[in-house]
T-cell receptor
Framework: DGGITQSPKYLFRKEGQNVTLSCEQNLNHDAMYWYRQDPGQGLRLIYYSQIVNDFQKGDIAEGYSVSREKKESFPLTVTSAQKNPTAFYLC???????????FGSGTRLTVV | GNSVTQMEGPVTLSEEAFLTINCTYT??????LFWYVQYPGEGLQLLLKATKADDKGSNKGFEATYRKETTSFHLEKGSVQVSDSAVYFCALSRDNFGNEKLTFGTGTRLTIIP
């Protein structure tokens, strides 16, 4: 079955370390997105990519980086410059058909 | 710019009660409208959608009608169950086939008591 796979489900990071969150989709979707969700809050857009080898900053891109070398993959790196990285991270993808997003099951990142 | 305003939660109802979660939007053009549901510890799942004015989206007993005159997309269900307990997000997309970036509301937490 087609879908989006995020890994790992839980991730612990020491302060000052960079970590990379994986997002893979086999839906043949062109667009992919990364959101951050904090407890009791809505979703905030970090980065998005409409096509391979191209991506744009969202509303809270500082301290994060992405790449889009393959259509299927859109990894997110949380750098040491991100001051408050503890959150739930959601990856999504969409086709250009007004059908909405398909979400992964999320990665919970905790700084220890 | 585009924005979505949702009814603030949390909302607590008894089983079999009638549910309404209000959602209004501000957008240029003719956006598509969506309701997503998030169960604890999981990602969001598409619940229903409507792509033009007066369309009614429906799924699992939930319904929402795209009302352009009132810029609203309220979520309703006639008889809620304990399994409906979750966080519900209203969202809209730009009317641009080249850019499907969604704008989300802040979410409404729903708890159903047996």
């Amino acid at each position: 079955d087609g879908g989006i796979t995020q890994s790992p489900k839980y991730l612990f990071r020491k302060e000052g370390q960079n970590v990379t969150l994986s997002c893979e989709q086999n839906l043949n979707h062109d667009a992919m997105y990364w959101y951050r969700q904090d407890p009791g809050q809505g979703l905030r857009l970090i980065y998005y990519s409409q096509i391979v080898n191209d991506f744009q900053k969202g509303d809270i891109a500082e301290g994060y980086s992405v790449s889009r070398e393959k259509k299927e993959s859109f990894p997110l790196t949380v750098t040491s410059a991100q001051k408050n990285p503890t959150a739930f991270y959601l990856c999504a993808s969409s086709a250009h058909d007004r059908g909405g997003y398909t979400f992964g099951s999320g990665t919970r990142l905790t700084v220890v | 710019g585009n924005s979505v305003t949702q009814m603030e939660g949390p909302v607590t109802l008894s089983e079999e009660a009638f549910l309404t979660i209000n959602c209004t939007y501000t957008a240029t053009g003719y956006p598509s409208l969506f309701w997503y549901v998030q169960y604890p510890g999981e990602g969001l799942q598409l619940l229903l959608k409507a792509t033009k004015a007066d369309d009614k989206g429906s799924n699992k007993g939930f319904e929402a009608t795209y009302r352009k005159e009132t810029t609203s997309f309220h979520l309703e269900k006639g008889s809620v169950q304990v399994s409906d307990s979750a966080v519900y997000f209203c969202a809209l997309s730009r009317d641009n086939f080249g850019n499907e970036k969604l704008t989300f509301g802040t979410g409404t937490r729903l708890t159903i008591i047996p």
